[in-house]
């Protein structure tokens, strides 16, 4: 079973941050991240009740921090993109398709949940691997944060051992700066790099590369730079 990091960005309320420290530990995990919390006292103690531990042994990090040493990023949103053309929030996974693409990863996985007036934003949803979202009603498809994270760590709770080591963050973004050059190379349009990149992310974010794949990749673009090099 993979890692799984929940990091709260930029939470409002301390309650909820107690809230989410229990359902947490409801479904036996542990490792609670927060970005830039409010201070956290007595209402936060009260609401995390008996995962307490999990409140006080919570790690404070930034959100460059946890990019830098997560296998898999995943973003959670109540906001989908409507049309297949617009990649920022596309394609969109329910966490019970979370667990079948992690089942099989050994790594670190951390699940990004929004703040609870806006979210995400989409500079951060940008960089994430996947895009997570619950299937709720469309009479009110927000659901509090703390019911976000219970929600997922019920899907997630019970996901077999992972077999194999999936690439990790520096061998990805090294892919992705590769690919970003090749794109340059071949003269892809400027006004569709952009989009083409946040694609390439989310294609290769839900596929678990390993390493050896990630190198194949690297040799073919390489292989393929070196023809056009020749033609010219």
Known sequence: MPEIDFVLVDPLYEGNVGFCARVMKNFGFSRLVLINPPPLGD???????????????????????????????????????KSICTSMR????????????????D???????????????????????IICTIPTSRLYPIVNISHAVGIVAY???????G???????????????????????????????????????????????TPREVSTLHGLLRRTEWHLNNKR
């Open 155 to 161: 899907e997630l709770a019970h996901i077999p051992r």
């Open 90 to 105: 596309m394609p969109y996974f329910s966490p019970s398709e979370l667990r079948r693409m992690l089942e099989d990863v």
């Open 163 to 209: 077999t194999w080591r999936v690439a990790n963050r520096v061998e990805m973004e090294s892919f992705y700066e590769h690919l970003g050059r090749f794109l340059e190379r071949i003269d892809h349009p400027d006004y569709k790099r952009d989009n083409t990149m946040i694609m390439m992310r989310r294609i290769f974010g839900r596929t678990a590369l």
């Open 43 to 81: 209402e936060a103690i009260a609401r995390a009740s008996h995962a307490r531990d999990v409140l006080e042994q919570a790690e404070h990090a930034t959100l460059d921090e946890v990019f830098g040493r997560s296998t898999i990023v995943i973003a959670t949103t109540g906001e989908v993109s």
């Open 107 to 129: 790594g670190r996985v951390a699940v990004l949940f929004g703040r609870e007036n806006w979210g995400l934003s989409n500079a951060e949803i940008r960089r994430c691997d």
